[in-house]
C-alpha cells in the first residue's frame, strides 16, 4: 500500500531562542535555528511515523510512537481522544483503542494536510487536518468493502525522550463537511 502520508503546503513553525522563520519556511539563525529545525525535522518523522503505522497496520510500531511508561511523570501518562469517543488515560487503554480500530477496519489512509509544528523545549506541538479514506469489509471474500471519506483536525503533543520524539497526546476531533450541516437544518 503506498504511504498517504503527505506535506504539501504544509508550514512549519519555530519561535524562539536563536531562530526566526524564512520567506520559505525554513529556519534562519545560525546553530540554534539548525538545531531547532533538526527538532522540527524529527518531530514530523514522529507524526508521520504514528499514521504510516495505521495505515500498515501495525500495532507494535504504533505502540512504540507513543510516550512508554518510564518516561511518563504522571499517573495516567498518555492521552487519547479519537472522535466520537471517550478520553482514553494510559497506555492499556490507548492501545486498545487502536487495536479495536485496526481489527474494525479493512482499510485506511491519511492524507495529511494544514500541517503545523512547534517545538518549545522537550515538549512539541503538531496540529494537522487528516483527510482519512477507510473502508470495511466487502460481502465478497478478498474484496475491500465500500469506501468512506472523512476529515479529523488533530493535536499531536510529543515529548522529547532519549529514545527520540514520542506521542504524548493526541486529540482528533471529526470536521462537519457541508453536507453534514444540511441535515442538522
Same mark, same amino acid.
Given at each position: 500500500?503506498?504511504?498517504?502520508?503527505?506535506?504539501?503546503?504544509?508550514?512549519?513553525?519555530?519561535?524562539?531562542?536563536?531562530?526566526?522563520?524564512?520567506?520559505?519556511?525554513?529556519?534562519?539563525?545560525?546553530?540554534?535555528?539548525?538545531?531547532?529545525?533538526?527538532?522540527?525535522?524529527?518531530?514530523?518523522?514522529?507524526?508521520?511515523?504514528?499514521?504510516?503505522?495505521?495505515?500498515?497496520?501495525?500495532?507494535?510500531?504504533?505502540?512504540?510512537?507513543?510516550?512508554?511508561?518510564?518516561?511518563?511523570?504522571?499517573? &495516567?501518562?498518555?492521552?487519547?481522544? +479519537?472522535? $466520537?469517543? #471517550? @478520553? *482514553?488515560?494510559?497506555?492499556?487503554?490507548?492501545?486498545? %483503542?487502536?487495536?479495536?480500530?485496526?481489527?474494525?477496519?479493512?482499510?485506511?489512509?491519511?492524507?495529511?494536510t494544514d500541517v503545523e509544528a512547534e517545538?518549545?523545549?522537550?515538549?512539541?506541538?503538531?496540529?494537522?487536518?487528516?483527510?482519512?479514506?477507510?473502508?470495511?469489509?466487502?460481502?465478497?471474500?478478498?474484496?475491500?468493502?465500500?469506501?468512506?471519506?472523512?476529515?479529523?483536525?488533530?493535536?499531536?503533543?510529543?515529548?522529547?525522550?532519549?529514545? &527520540?520524539?514520542?506521542?504524548?497526546? +493526541?486529540? $482528533?476531533? #471529526? @470536521? *462537519?463537511?457541508?453536507?453534514?450541516?444540511?441535515?442538522? %437544518?
Amino acid at each position: 500500500m503506498p504511504s498517504g502520508w503527505s506535506r504539501p503546503g504544509s508550514t512549519r513553525r519555530g519561535w524562539g531562542e536563536g531562530g526566526s522563520v524564512t520567506g520559505d519556511g525554513r529556519l534562519s539563525g545560525g546553530t540554534a535555528g539548525r538545531a531547532r529545525e533538526a527538532d522540527l525535522e524529527a518531530v514530523l518523522a514522529a507524526n508521520q511515523g504514528l499514521y504510516e503505522a495505521l495505515e500498515r497496520g501495525d500495532l507494535e510500531a504504533v505502540e512504540d510512537a507513543w510516550l512508554g511508561a518510564a518516561d511518563a511523570d504522571d499517573k &495516567g501518562g498518555v492521552v487519547c481522544v +479519537h472522535p $466520537g469517543w #471517550p @478520553v *482514553l488515560r494510559g497506555r492499556a487503554q490507548v492501545t486498545r %483503542s487502536y487495536m479495536l480500530i485496526m481489527m474494525n477496519t479493512e482499510y485506511i489512509q491519511f492524507f495529511l494536510t494544514d500541517v503545523e509544528a512547534e517545538v518549545h523545549g522537550d515538549v512539541a506541538l503538531v496540529t494537522c487536518t487528516e483527510n482519512i479514506l477507510s473502508g470495511g469489509e466487502s460481502e465478497e471474500e478478498g474484496e475491500l468493502g465500500p469506501l468512506v471519506g472523512g476529515k479529523v483536525v488533530s493535536t499531536n503533543l510529543f515529548r522529547r525522550t532519549p529514545a &527520540g520524539w514520542k506521542l504524548w497526546s +493526541h486529540h $482528533g476531533s #471529526p @470536521v *462537519l463537511t457541508s453536507g453534514d450541516d444540511d441535515e442538522e %437544518s
